[in-house]
């Protein structure tokens, strides 16, 4: 039988329906494969849609209940939903020492859009934005910062070592 304890996923690119289902797939097969204990996430990616992360999310936490180790790697920068996604890995998010996270509130998405477009966007994705706020808030991050960046239009950066201060990864690693 072959070793699957190296087992990767490569989640590159924005978070969307199409990489999730493949994510998805390949996480829940994992889980039916007793020898295979752990997996490795390596994640680089601009961010996605709102949904798509929650649904994301849910599966990672649903394959960790079931016994499998799911392991976050970011190599070189994530940012927004794949920042979110990484929260979800916990206790094993791992950034590479010169790798970024980038988190912003639900608004900076949507620059350029008009009214209208705005509050149905904030309406449908008001459901998300609780479960992404409790991912962030089991970080040493003070809720008081995590609600600033969450109502700004900005986005917050956080090399490596800020972001294991605020327990927003759990391990810095040489891995480039």
Not at 35 to 40: L, T, V
Not at 105 to 117: H, I, L, R, V
Request: aromatic share 8%; hydrophobic share 40%.
């Amino acid at each position: 039988m072959s070793d699957r304890t190296d087992m990767h996923i490569l989640l590159m690119g924005n978070v969307t329906p199409q990489t999730v289902s493949a994510v998805a797939l390949q996480l829940m097969v994992a889980t039916h494969y007793r020898e295979q204990k752990e997996i490795n996430l390596v994640m680089m990616g601009h961010g996605g849609d709102g949904d798509s992360c929650a649904a994301l999310c849910d599966v990672i936490e649903q394959v960790q209940a079931n016994g499998l180790i799911v392991k976050g790697h970011v190599l070189g920068y994530v940012m927004s939903a794949n920042a979110i996604v990484l929260q979800a890995c916990r206790p094993y998010r791992y950034m590479s020492r010169w790798g970024h996270l980038m988190i912003h509130g639900p608004t900076y998405s949507y620059e350029g859009m008009d009214y209208e477009d705005i509050q149905a966007m904030k309406k449908h994705e008001t459901h998300n934005d609780g479960n992404f706020l409790e991912l962030i808030y089991k970080s040493k991050m003070d809720k008081a910062t995590v609600d600033a960046v969450w109502q700004s239009n900005k986005p917050t950066w956080f090399n490596a070592e800020q972001a294991l201060a605020l327990d927003l990864i759990d391990y810095i690693s040489d891995t480039n």
